[in-house]
Every structure is written in C-alpha cells, then in structure tokens.
C-alpha cells in the first residue's frame, strides 16, 4: 500500500529565508507525486506535480520540488519565504492505476516571521 | 467554469439527524471524488465516480455514508444519523480521464460539518 510521511507538522521560517517541507513516500513503484497548499477554510490548491518526466519540478509563487527515487523523497523547497506562503501543505501520491485516487499525507503547517 | 463548487459551505446539525452535501464538478470532468478531512490531518479518500458509476468506496465510508452521481455530473454525499464523530471537512474533487498528463484532482472548498 502506498503512504506519505511529511517531517514535521509545524514548521517556522522568518521571511526571506529558505523553506524546505520534507516528503517521504512509500510505493513499489514511483507514483505520480503532488504537493497542495490550503488556505484557511478553503479546499486544495496544487502547487506542482511530478508524473515521470523532470525530477526537478517547478511550480507556482516560486515553489520546486525534486523527486530522487533513491531516497524516496519528493522535498518542496522554496529559496525565499514570502508572508502570503503561510499555510498548510500537503504531499500527495497517486498510482497509476486504480481511479488515481489521492492519498495524502497529514500535511505541514508553514509560518513565516516578519 | 468557474471550478468545482460545494453547498453548503457549512453545516450544524444535532447528532442523530440526517444531512446531505453537494458537489458540482468542473463540467467537462467524468471522474469525481469524496475526501473527508479532520482537523490537523490529510484528506482521507472516501469514494469516487467515474461519469455514474461509484467504481471505489473507502473501509471509512460507513453504511451512513452513501454517495450518488444520478446522471454524470453532479454528486451527492448523505450521512445518516450523524455522529459527533462525523465533524469533519467533506471535499470534492474532481478530474478529467483521460487526459494524458493529466493527473491531478481539482478541490472544490469544501463542506464542513459540526455535528453537535
């Protein structure tokens, strides 16, 4: 069965300073991978994909992500906080078969300090 | 298309009594699905449709929980007799198939429900 670990539930960074949210997923095979940003009181909106092709993926509001199967990690990186980037993430990872139904995992919760 | 939309954003209601949501998906998407999202924790997969058919129902999606999609578009998710339990935020998302490179799901805002 496939599942994701993100490290650390809540995770602080003062503006202008680097983000990284770290994923770990498991999979028998590499499975499509997202990362999605909530907002308060608001559904999911994706922030970039991985499905196969670049390892190196980017995204939108200058967030990337790079895929390494060898240590299963799809980590989102972003080289400057910004105070609107204050919200909750989530990995997520798809298979390629069976309704391509979502499972995510219990998400990060990024504050950024003035 | 103004995306996917859910009604009613939000729900009270007493343990016991029986609540219905909708969804609206993106109108050209035949594949729709049901999350459930507790506080502080990840959208758990409930269920999904593709066009009317409900091919995948979720080990938590319990004989209260039923779900339908009559003609291919929109969806319906009822609870019967709620539990406080059943608090929750029900998303719906939805996605087109196929449409190669394609994958992701697109989330409606949401319905969260208080059950008192």
Known sequence: AQSVTQLGSHVSVSEGALVLLRCNYSSSVPPYLFWYVQYPNQGLQLLLKYTSAATLVKGINGFE?????????????KPSAHMSD??????????????????????????VKA | DTGVSQNPRHKITKRGQNVTFRCDPISEHNRLYWYRQTLGQGPEFLTYFQNEAQLEKSRLLSDRFSAERPKGSFSTLEIQRTEQGDSAMYLCASRASPEPGVYEQYFGPGTRLTVT
């Open chain 1, 65 to 77: 992500a790079e895929f390494k199967k060898s240590e299963t990690s799809f980590h989102l990186t």
């Open chain 1, 86 to 111: 204050a919200a909750e993430y989530f990995c997520a990872v798809s298979p390629h078969t069976g309704g391509f139904k979502t499972i995510f995992g219990a998400g990060t919760r990024l504050f």
